[in-house]
């Protein structure tokens, strides 16, 4: 996916939340957003030692969200994170059904829209934390859909 023109970095970070407000405080939070919070810590200190930049944490807008975007270079990466305690329900990266996929492309077309990114490259990745035992296990999808 292509998308138009960022003209530094600089434009991209000033999208960053701006309400102070604290993202990992888990007052009032349920065990469930507790252990997405978690993953998603997870899953963002993985992609920075990798040399990916955070853009944004927990993007939210009319069409959707995405948990967590970055830049791996110049291309724009929306990552969706899942996390799982056990294995029951298959995979974490399996449970990116195509509901989960399509918020997720109106959500980053949202955001491109609204950056006036268009003549920038983007993909979707993956990346399913599994806190089974001792120490997560991280998985990264690259690519892991397109838009279509």
Not at 45 to 59: F, P, S
Request: glycine fraction near 10%.
């Amino acid at each position: 996916m292509r998308i138009d023109g960022l003209n530094s970095l600089n434009d991209l970070n000033s999208s960053k939340r701006s309400n102070g407000s604290k993202r990992y405080d888990a007052g009032g939070l349920g065990q469930k957003q507790i252990l997405g919070e978690e993953g998603e810590r997870i899953a963002e200190g993985y992609l920075a030692k990798k040399g990916y930049r955070i853009v944004e944490r927990n993007y939210r807008c009319p069409v959707g969200e995405v948990d967590l975007i970055f830049l791996d270079r110049r291309v724009i990466v929306f990552v969706e994170v899942k996390t799982r305690t056990d294995d029951r329900f298959g995979a974490p990266v399996e449970a990116v059904g195509s509901r989960k996929q399509k918020k997720m492309m109106k959500a980053a077309l949202f955001f491109l829209s609204r950056h006036r990114l268009h003549s920038r490259e983007a993909r979707f990745d993956v990346v399913g934390i599994s806190l089974k035992g001792r120490e997560p296990m991280v998985e990264h999808v690259q690519n892991a859909f397109d838009l279509s």
